[in-house]
């Protein structure tokens, strides 16, 4: 007999525990299958819708994330700690893992990133455009001689 929907669904979410859990790819496969009664070729499938919808949900949270599947199950397992650290009064363990879903969800400016506003921007292309200039005019000065940089100092006679 198929599975409703429901039941699906309800088999996909203990297959993402299973793996917020640290089983891996094949051993959820093969649990699913087993437990469930159903064929490794389906168990495949919903393991496959499981990992489309944490893509989705790690694309979500960082669109450029090189593997949003990771990222999600990172943060769920993160929550998972923390709700264990909760439950058993363990507020140093409950925040270090809040601390670190909250890293991975980028809630923290990142340490390393530096914040360029535009009229900064505008600023350094103005710089550069400056310091181009004067090695322009420095290379010209030693090409025509003091005299040709300095004009005032050609009006002076020669002694």
């Known amino acids: 007999m198929p599975r409703t929907k429901q039941q699906r669904e309800a088999q996909l979410r203990v297959m993402e525990k299973a793996l917020v ?23 495949q499938r919903d393991l496959n819708t499981l990992r489309e919808r944490l893509a989705a949900q790690g694309r979500a949270i960082r669109p450029t994330v090189a593997d949003p599947v990771a990222l999600a199950l990172a943060i ?9 650290a909760i439950q058993h009064n363990d507020r140093r363990i409950a ?3 809040e ?9 923290y400016p990142d340490d390393h990133a530096v914040a360029v506003e535009p009229e900064d921007a505008d600023l350094d292309r103005a710089i550069e455009r400056e310091l181009a200039n004067l090695a322009a005019s420095r290379s ?20």
């Open 21 to 43: 859990e640290g089983l891996t790819p094949d051993e959820v496969v093969a649990a699913a299958a087993s437990r469930f009664g159903i064929s490794t070729q389906a168990a």
């Open 76 to 84: 769920l397992r993160r929550d998972r700690i923390y709700q264990q």
């Open 95 to 97: 925040l270090e893992a």
């Open 99 to 107: 601390k670190d879903r909250c890293r991975l969800l980028g809630v």
């Open 140 to 159: 010209a000065t030693a090409a025509e001689g003091t005299a040709a940089a300095y004009p005032r100092l050609a009006d002076l006679p020669a002694d």
